[in-house]
């Protein structure tokens, strides 16, 4: 169980178009996703917390209009990168919250972006 | 505010030999998880352990061991007759308890390379 998938897991695109990243829980309810950034040989970053039915929460310095985070559903949030451009690759990954006492986060498997 | 810190960055050592990835942790309250994560290559995060601040027991899953010591504010970990399959990056991290403490901070990870 908790099983949390991510799509497309690769996905290479041009500078200025933009690109929804999908995060779903394949088996259980999250009303809490969360999406981190992870550049080369660093550590996961806090992006934003994606509230299911409501807007999200950005981290000081992420662009709410560059990031657009929608989390329509209990299973589902994406995020759309904007106006994409060489320094928005990365590699982005999404979490998604038990709706229970627990608190646990499931992660998925990432998404490896690169902006030509 | 929390932080986690990993000093080693990167590790190397040859296959057999026991590694210990060293975490230690801030923070103001008494309690709080603290989790290891294992990061392959391949991207996915992968958990390997959540401890809760009040179970200070030592656990050991395997050829994995892990040492908390609430005195010094550390959660090491120690991999015994290391593989060439647990090279991989380890991120360490910590969540406070309760209602809406369900954030993770992580520390900047250790790089592992098990050498044949």
């Known amino acids: 169980g908790a099983v949390v998938s991510q799509h497309p897991s690769r996905v290479i695109c041009k500078s200025g178009t933009s690109v929804k990243i999908e995060c779903r829980s394949l088996?259980?309810?999250?009303?809490?996703m969360f999406w981190y950034r992870q550049f080369p040989k660093q550590s996961l970053m806090l992006m934003a917390t994606?509230?299911?039915?409501?807007?999200?929460?950005?981290e000081q310095g992420v662009e709410k209009d560059k990031f657009l985070i929608n989390h329509a559903s209990l299973t589902l949030s994406t995020l759309t990168v904007t106006s994409a451009h060489p320094e928005d690759s990365s590699f982005y990954i999404c979490?998604?919250?038990?709706?229970?006492?627990?608190?646990?986060?499931?992660f998925g498997p990432g998404t490896r972006l690169t902006v030509t | 505010a929390q932080k986690v810190t990993q000093a080693q960055t990167e590790i190397s050592v040859v296959e057999k030999e026991d590694v210990t990835l060293d975490c230690v942790y801030e923070?103001?309250?008494?309690?709080?998880?603290l989790f290891w994560y294992k990061q392959p290559p391949s991207g996915e995060l992968v958990f390997l352990i959540r401890?809760?601040?009040?179970?200070?027991q030592n656990e050991i899953s395997g050829r994995y061991s892990w040492n908390f010591q609430k005195s010094t504010s550390s959660f090491n970990f120690t991999i015994t007759a290391s593989q060439v399959v647990d090279s991989a990056v380890y991120f360490c991290?910590?969540?406070?308890?309760?209602?809406?403490?369900?954030?993770?901070?992580f520390g900047k990870g250790t790089k592992l390379s098990v050498i044949p």
């Open positions: 923070t103001r309250d008494t309690t709080y998880y």
């Open positions: 994606s509230n299911e039915g409501s807007k999200a929460t950005y």
């Open positions: 088996d259980f309810q999250a009303t809490t």
């Open positions: 401890r809760n601040s009040f179970d200070e």
């Open positions: 991290a910590l969540r406070l308890t309760g209602a809406g403490s369900y954030q993770l901070t």
């Open positions: 979490s998604a919250r038990v709706v229970d006492h627990s608190y646990e986060q499931y």
